[in-house]
């Protein structure tokens, strides 16, 4: 490994979670409930999610089994390598708990990383986990938001994870804010007019990967 310069900036990796901040709506992100458990999920602007956007809100009932599983499907990470999975949490009722964790995408299920249950205030705030990944993962990771309280209402926005130590989202935001970027999107149908001002995502386009 060649050692940081003084001075120089760590900077996280590509994001390996799409649509973190739900520009798409709730594209690629599953909720899963155990057995009987009762729970629901709203994605809309309201509350004012960090960086703008939309958030998740969920709502949870009845608990059975391993509660409720809010995450997406991806590749595993490498053996040996340095991750960090954050996001951005907010409790809507009291006392709402959640952790984050990414297992296994089958048996045994087996994580490759879990936080501690964290209890939420009712502002924005981060939470996180970096960790080093001490064996493969063939089938794949299912990163996640897990709650298992019953009765509970919390937010989630800007979901990311990445290779290297944990940078806040308020400064990578800030570098970024600072960067002209470019996304591509595959778009059903094409138009001969000109598009005009500013281009606005829209839920039928699927944006490609970096």
Not at 15 to 36: C, I, S, T
Request: proline share 4%; net charge neutral.
């Amino acid at each position: 490994d060649v050692p940081m310069a003084r001075g120089e900036e760590i900077k996280p990796g590509a994001n390996l979670l799409a649509n973190g901040g739900f520009e798409l709506g709730r594209e690629l992100w599953n909720l899963g409930k155990g057995g009987k458990t009762d729970a629901s999920l709203k994605i809309d602007g309201e509350d004012g999610p960090p960086g703008g956007g939309q958030s998740a809100l969920i709502s949870v009932g009845k608990i059975d089994s391993w509660g409720v599983q809010f995450g997406q499907n991806i590749d595993g990470g490498k053996k040996g390598k340095t991750y960090t999975f954050a996001a951005m949490v907010k409790g809507a009722s009291a006392g709402a708990k959640i952790s984050l964790q990414i297992e296994r995408r089958a048996d045994p299920y087996d994580r490759a990383m879990r936080t501690k249950e964290v209890t939420l205030s009712d502002q924005w705030q981060e939470i996180h986990e970096t960790f080093t990944l001490e064996k493969a993962f063939k089938e794949g990771w299912f990163a996640y938001v897990s709650c298992t309280r019953p009765d509970t209402k919390f937010r989630v926005t800007q979901l990311r994870l990445y290779e290297g130590e944990f940078v806040p989202f308020k400064e990578q935001q800030r570098e970024e804010s600072g960067v002209a970027g470019v996304s591509i999107f595959d778009v059903p149908e094409l138009k001969s007019a000109p598009a005009g001002g500013e281009l606005k995502r829209r839920a039928e386009w699927t944006q490609l990967a970096e």
